[in-house]
């Protein structure tokens, strides 16, 4: 497997730590710079897999953002290596113009402000399309979700036997297995409606149906 060589151009102090946070968590390779001239020649100097710019940063007309936009689209090479990845951040205040010039020129974007899981899914993604990682985030949370529920049917089996009466797994089994917050709360939600129904059920059974 390549070594993971991410650059940010950022000039957002705050945005550069939240970056270097999370992307430092998957330990990937990862240099920040602030400034467009110095980007510049630190992207022609390294063997980047993936490039996250903020167009605050680059501009939208200037020879960086040219650049990028000509990385992003070309094809692979011919030696079969993959072409670097872009990814651009866009700051709230410039969305309304920067918006349609990046989807106008097919290039992938993330709003600011943004929420951290959601970045690095995105980076995963981008990367494992390079073949430089050989599963996204995405994919790992996505089969940690469906191996939570597996192991909540097998606590419903158990329950029968009188083991364990839970029909969904816990908090704790759920965030285990990488499971958003938002993800949880539906389980939960579905969890308490199917604690009514049954408690519904048992009501008509005692009541004759009536």
């Known amino acids: 497997m390549s070594t993971v060589n991410l650059l940010v151009i950022e ?39 993936l490039v996250v710019a903020s167009v605050g940063t680059t501009g939208l007309t200037g020879p960086l953002y040219t650049i990028l936009r ?28 920067a918006l349609p010039q990046l989807e106008q020129d097919h290039l992938q974007y993330v709003l600011k402000p943004f929420n951290l899981h959601d970045i690095l899914e995105k980076v995963s993604d981008l990367l494992m399309d390079t073949g430089a990682i050989p599963q996204s985030i995405r994919q790992v949370r996505q089969e940690g979700l469906r191996v939570a529920r597996r192991k909540d049917a097998g ?17 704790a089994d759920y965030l285990d297995y990488g499971t958003t917050e938002e993800e949880i709360a539906e389980y939960e939600r579905l969890e308490k409606e199917e604690i009514r129904r049954k408690k519904k059920n048992v009501k008509d059974l005692g009541s004759g149906g009536r």
């Open 70 to 97: 000509e990385l992003s689209q070309a094809p692979a090479m011919e030696s079969g290596k993959s072409r670097v990845r872009i990814l651009f951040l866009i700051p709230e205040a410039g969305a309304g113009t």
């Open 155 to 171: 606590k419903m089996v158990a329950g029968r036997g009188g083991r364990n009466t839970q029909m969904f797994a816990t908090r």
């Open 11 to 49: 000039d957002d102090s705050a945005t550069q730590t939240a970056l270097r946070q999370v992307l430092d968590a998957e330990e990937w390779r990862v240099e920040i710079v602030a400034a467009a001239e110095t980007a510049l020649q630190i992207l022609a100097s390294g063997d980047w897999t």
